[in-house]
């Protein structure tokens, strides 16, 4: 299976402009599954609610997932993407899977960071799975990396390979934890951030980049730069995330001593 990340700017605000620069970026590469970053298609720093409930799209009738679908469907790759998802007068930090038939999957971001929990509504779906391109994927956003029991609850639930859209502020922490999730849960993980800024007039943010994949045993596969443009593919055998020894005596599934975590 091929799986990889594209770390790209977006332009805020200008959702046809970044589907452009994802079609002209992503036509023609050779993948089964891109993860794509946080809120790639509107931008991250929102002045308001209403601000972030105008630039926000129902994905049943979006421009946006209908050109990342026809996308899928010229390439025969999936994608997963962050979006500013809109329900009637809610509004979602939600990462979507999308491929060739379209919207497959939405997991809303349960874990809001900062600032986003004056704009957004919180997460109100269960963690799911989904089996795509031979591969059991799991979906978490950004700071869900804080919180060790998102990818543990996606491990239990039979995800290989989780799908980790972001917009990191924060200078290294979460590359650093999801080795560590790795590790501990002997899965892969692709973290798609974003680079550059987002510059409004009520102030300016800036995203760190250093977008990666990485491997069961926390083995870091690709890093990409800090302020640069990067796709990066590799080759993975999701089965490898199957096996949860750790020492021939360790499973770390069948290890957990759950009646005393309660
Ligand atoms: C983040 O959750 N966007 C830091």
Known sequence: ??????????????????LR??????????????????????GYHFRDRAELMALAEDPAASPTVEGLSGLCRENGFHLVTGFAERKGD???????LIGPEGLVATYRKLHLFNTEKEFFD????????????????????????????????LTLRGAQVLCHPSNLV???????????RCLENRVYAVTANRFGADVR????????????????????????????????VVEIDPATADDKAITPRNDLLADRRPEFYA
Request: aromatic share 10%; with cysteine; glycine share 10%.
């Open 1 to 18: 299976m091929r799986i990889g990340f594209w770390q790209f700017r977006p332009r805020f605000g200008a959702a046809a402009h970044n």
């Open 21 to 42: 620069q994802a079609r002209e970026a992503l036509s023609g590469v050779a993948a089964d599954l891109l993860v794509l970053p946080e809120l790639a298609f509107t």
């Open 90 to 96: 809610k509004v979602y930090n939600s990462a979507l």
């Open 122 to 153: 919180p997460g109100d779906l269960p963690l799911r799975v989904v089996e795509v391109a031979g591969a059991r994927i799991g979906m978490m956003v950004c700071f869900d990396w804080a919180f060790p029991e998102v990818a543990r609850t």
């Open 170 to 180: 924060l200078s290294g922490y979460c590359q650093q934890a999801m080795l560590t």
């Open 201 to 232: 007039p009520h102030g300016t943010l800036r995203f760190t980049g250093r977008s990666q994949i990485v491997a069961p045993g926390g083995v870091l596969l690709v890093r990409a730069p800090a302020q640069r443009r990067r796709l990066e």
